[in-house]
């Protein structure tokens, strides 16, 4: 606390980050990091651009990411005009809260969903409802569209969702969006890679749709702070508005080459999301087979209970074997830990630590 800070300063609940350890031979399965590394070619590119001593680094970058944005747009045939890239897809997030989602009527996300969400709307002021997941923990379309037109300001959600791993069919998106045609709905798909449809297949026949992506997650570049949105031209250029009213530069040049290799790399890119995919259905069975009850997951992590144990001792216990995972004290989940999916051999650790615990 300090008498220096704005008014506003004092109001402010911060998001919280999963940890970063510094122990080595940590088992690090709480951020949903991805366990492999990054297509060579990022590598290759951050080079080439430090050539020369980093002589390019003199000059800034091109504040409207223009190569990155063509790269994107072909990666998904959309045109550059209806992309935008952003520093990590929360910095996107924030300019679409502040430029799209700030209306007279409320903003509406679950109950159960990434909890930046609130965050941004205590920094931007924005009045916001939550939406309760049904018991099976998914989206219910109809309980958005209930509250009628004049009960909606706008819509947000990841699918699939996080901390759930539960993921949303494409023809229940599309049935919000036309539903609500007058709101923005803006679907988070960090985690889509892994196992969901993106929407952005449905951004041509609707206006109101915005779709947001990271390289976090499947190109594995959580620590390159790379994020995206794609959506119809107008909503694109509030974006770049509240963007060049911010930073104009949100993007150095390093990031903008090695993000451009990383989405130019179809094969890297497929083989590695599979290869997680393929070890999270093995978890699963796995957590399964020990008692634990695993909700359905599209995403690189599970969300998995057990009926007989306390999920924050059971974290806790795990953590006394260096295995970090994430439990969350929030209403509804606070007996589920969000486990994401390493290494086959990371994963074996985890197994073999749960059935040490649970003898
Ligand atoms: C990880 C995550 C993000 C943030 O990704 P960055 O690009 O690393 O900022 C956004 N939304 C959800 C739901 C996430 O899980």
């Given amino acids: ?14 998001y919280v980050p999963g940890e970063q350890p510094k122990l080595a031979h940590l088992v ?16 290759e590119a951050i080079q080439a651009e430090l050539a020369s001593g980093g002589e390019r680094l003199r000059l800034y970058p091109d504040p409207t990411g223009l190569a990155l944005r063509q790269t994107i747009a072909n990666c998904y045939g959309v045109s550059v005009e209806q992309v935008f890239v952003g520093n990590g897809s929360d910095e996107v997030l924030a300019h679409t809260f502040l430029g799209l989602l700030k209306h007279d009527r409320p903003l509406l996300f679950p109950d159960i ?4 969400y609130p965050v941004y709307c205590g920094l931007y002021g924005i009045d916001y409802a939550t939406v309760p997941l049904d018991e099976a923990f998914q989206i219910r379309v109809d309980d958005y569209l209930a509250r009628g037109p004049a009960g909606v300001g706008a819509a947000i959600f990841p699918n699939p969702n996080a901390p759930t791993g539960r993921a949303l069919p494409l023809a229940e998106i599309e049935r919000l969006a036309a539903g609500l045609p007058d709101c923005p709905i803006v679907v988070d798909e960090a985690y889509v890679d ?14 109101n749709l915005l779709v947001i992506h990271t390289l976090s997650k499947s190109r594995s ?16 250029e509030g974006l770049v508005r509240v963007k060049d009213s911010f930073n104009s530069y949100p993007l150095d040049r390093l990031a903008l080459v090695g993000a451009a290799a990383a989405m130019a790399d179809q094969a890297w890119f497929d083989e590695t999301r599979q290869r997680v995919i393929a070890s999270r259905e093995k978890l699963a069975a796995d957590l399964a087979a020990l008692g634990f009850q695993v909700l359905p997951s599209a995403a690189n992590f599970v969300f998995a209970r057990h009926p007989d144990r306390d999920a924050a001792e059971l974290a806790a216990a795990l953590r006394s074997r260096s295995i970090i995972v994430r439990h969350f004290k929030a209403p509804r989940i606070d007996q ?24």
């Fill in 1 to 14: 606390m300090s008498r220096f800070w704005s008014p506003v300063v004092h109001g402010l609940t911060p």
């Fill in 28 to 43: 690090k399965l709480n951020t949903n990091e991805n366990p492999y590394p990054p297509s060579p070619r990022v590598e």
């Fill in 113 to 116: 969903t990434y909890s930046f």
């Fill in 194 to 207: 892994f196992g969901a449809d993106s929407a952005t297949a449905l951004i041509d026949r609707h206006p």
């Fill in 221 to 236: 570049l959580a620590g390159l702070r790379v994020g995206f949105a794609i959506g119809q031209a107008p909503l694109i």
């Fill in 336 to 359: 589920f830990l969000r486990i994401t999916v390493g290494t086959d051999a990371q994963c074996a650790a985890l197994i073999e630590a749960l059935t040490a615990i649970l003898a």
